[in-house]
């Protein structure tokens, strides 16, 4: 794959994402990455680590690292294609620093785009978090036509960084991963000091990587406790809701003839039945598992998927899953932002495996028990 791999870090204001990525600019680590930062970034480059430096209105800095540092006043799309048609012998990946109160889902949006997706992969999005501030931000609530930006930025990470440790108990912490991982069960979660992470933390995460959607899945739906302390695939045509085995990988979703019947996506209210692990904190974005033994019947899924899309893919913030489809060999695994879905068929079932599908989603006012409804209804009927 050569397309040049993205991280996105992002990190509500304090946080200690700046110093973070300082980290990342000053420490001998042996990668080449080009950290893009925004004009109003905070990062203050000491000259004696520039190489370096090209005046322009884009500023882009060598630093003796290797590393690259641009600053970005024009578009971020202007300079990355800068980036690779200048400088592309100088990098390997791409890391972009969003501001304090940026949402992730636009940037997100644009790297999985049909025509971006030729020249750059989105490797995953890393969030910073204030382990001593984090539950004031998420406590000043969140609606549709208000988010919380702590609240989604959680919501769409990969890996999460629990920075400033040294500053809260351990049984607050305990508490705090415990709210956190009831928001995004499919995340990592590490402990930091100061912003000290491994670089390989924060650099090959494979958050959008189909490979690795089975251990993410697994990870999320027995109770996510993935983090560490201190230190012939034809792919899957959904433009209209449905698994067909045919060339095509993301596309928008476009479900105005979904069928409605049996149960399936019952969402007229979405004050029931939610599932806050949590139990003090009612965060209006939160993780639902779902998991159910034997096979289901494509057509159901399909109709399911594409009426759920339809109603409700602005809710959905990610979602993967593995599927067992009547029928087929192979387990079906599949990923999606939003309306953008990508999935195709991946390892065979070896013979007297138990064949198990399971889903994960990640989304705003999710109705856990209609959502078990609608999967359940595409198990095969006896």
Same mark, same amino acid.
């Given at each position: 794959?050569?397309?040049?791999?993205?991280?996105?870090?992002?990190?509500?204001?304090?946080?200690?994402?700046?110093?973070?990525?300082?980290?990342?600019?000053?420490?001998?680590?042996?990668?080449?990455?080009?950290?893009?930062?925004?004009?109003?970034?905070?990062?203050?480059?000491?000259?004696?680590?520039?190489?370096?430096?090209?005046?322009?209105?884009?500023?882009?800095?060598?630093?003796?690292?290797?590393?690259?540092?641009?600053?970005?006043?024009?578009?971020?799309?202007?300079?990355?294609?800068?980036?690779?048609?200048?400088?592309?012998?100088?990098?390997?990946?791409?890391?972009?620093?969003?501001?304090?109160?940026?949402?992730?889902?636009?940037?997100?949006?644009?790297?999985?785009?049909?025509?971006?997706?030729?020249?750059?992969?989105?490797?995953?999005?890393?969030?910073?978090?204030?382990?001593?501030?984090?539950?004031?931000?998420?406590?000043?609530?969140?609606?549709?036509?208000?988010?919380?930006?702590?609240?989604?930025?959680?919501?769409?990470?990969?890996?999460?960084?629990?920075?400033?440790?040294?500053?809260?108990?351990?049984?607050?912490?305990?508490?705090?991963?415990?709210?956190?991982?009831?928001?995004?069960?499919?995340?990592?979660?590490?402990?930091?000091?100061?912003?000290?992470?491994?670089?390989?933390?924060?650099?090959?995460?494979?958050?959008?990587?189909?490979?690795?959607?089975?251990?993410?899945?697994?990870?999320?739906?027995?109770? %996510? #406790? +993935? $983090?560490? &302390?201190? *230190?012939?695939?034809? =792919?899957?045509? /959904?433009?209209?809701?449905?698994? !067909?085995?045919? @060339? %095509? #990988? +993301? $596309?928008? &979703?476009? *479900?105005?003839?979904? =069928?409605?019947? /049996?149960?399936?996506?019952?969402? !007229?209210?979405? @004050?029931?039945?939610?599932?806050?692990?949590?139990?003090?904190?009612? =965060?209006?974005?939160?993780?639902?598992?779902?998991?159910?033994?034997?096979?289901?019947?494509?057509?159901?899924?399909?109709?399911?998927?594409?009426?759920?899309?339809?109603?409700?893919?602005?809710?959905?913030?990610?979602?993967?899953?593995?599927?067992?489809?009547?029928?087929?060999?192979?387990?079906?695994?599949?990923?999606?932002?939003?309306?953008?879905?990508?999935?195709?068929?991946?390892?065979?079932?070896?013979?007297?495996?138990?064949?198990?599908?399971?889903?994960?989603?990640?989304?705003?006012?999710?109705?856990?028990?209609?959502?078990?409804?609608?999967?359940?209804?595409?198990?095969?009927?006896?």
């Amino acid at each position: 794959d050569k397309r040049i791999p993205i991280t996105v870090l992002t990190g509500f204001l304090g946080s200690g994402k700046t110093t973070t990525l300082n980290n990342m600019l000053t420490k001998e680590h042996g990668r080449r990455v080009a950290i893009i930062e925004n004009e109003y970034g905070e990062i203050d480059i000491d000259s004696k680590l520039v190489n370096v430096t090209e005046n322009s209105e884009d500023t882009i800095m060598m630093l003796n690292n290797g590393c690259l540092c641009c600053t970005v006043r024009g578009d971020l799309i202007d300079m990355i294609f800068k980036l690779y048609e200048t400088r592309r012998e100088d990098f390997d990946h791409v890391m972009i620093e969003t501001t304090g109160l940026a949402n992730p889902a636009p940037i997100i949006r644009t790297f999985t785009d049909e025509d971006m997706s030729q020249l750059v992969r989105l490797d995953g999005v890393v969030t910073v978090v204030d382990a001593k501030h984090v539950s004031r931000h998420l406590d000043e609530g969140d609606r549709s036509d208000a988010p919380n930006e702590a609240l989604e930025q959680l919501a769409y990470a990969d890996r999460i960084i629990l920075n400033k440790t040294d500053l809260v108990a351990p049984e607050e912490l305990e508490v705090l991963e415990r709210r956190i991982r009831a928001i995004n069960a499919m995340a990592s979660i590490t402990r930091a000091q100061r912003g000290d992470v491994p670089v390989d933390y924060i650099l090959g995460v494979g958050g959008y990587d189909l490979e690795r959607v089975q251990e993410t899945v697994e990870t999320a739906a027995s109770g %996510g #406790h +993935s $983090h560490s &302390h201190e *230190h012939d695939h034809s =792919d899957c045509d /959904h433009e209209h809701g449905r698994c !067909e085995h045919e @060339d %095509g #990988h +993301s $596309h928008e &979703h476009d *479900h105005s003839d979904c =069928d409605h019947e /049996h149960g399936k996506c019952n969402h !007229e209210g979405h @004050d029931h039945g939610h599932d806050h692990s949590h139990g003090l904190h009612n =965060d209006s974005v939160s993780s639902v598992s779902l998991r159910t033994q034997g096979n289901l019947d494509l057509i159901e899924v399909n109709t399911w998927l594409g009426a759920l899309l339809q109603l409700r893919g602005e809710d959905l913030y990610r979602m993967k899953g593995i599927l067992s489809i009547d029928g087929y060999d192979r387990r079906f695994v599949f990923q999606g932002v939003h309306q953008l879905f990508e999935g195709h068929p991946d390892q065979l079932w070896t013979e007297g495996e138990e064949r198990e599908s399971v889903i994960v989603f990640i989304g705003r006012d999710l109705d856990k028990a209609a959502l078990e409804e609608g999967f359940l209804n595409c198990r095969v009927k006896a």
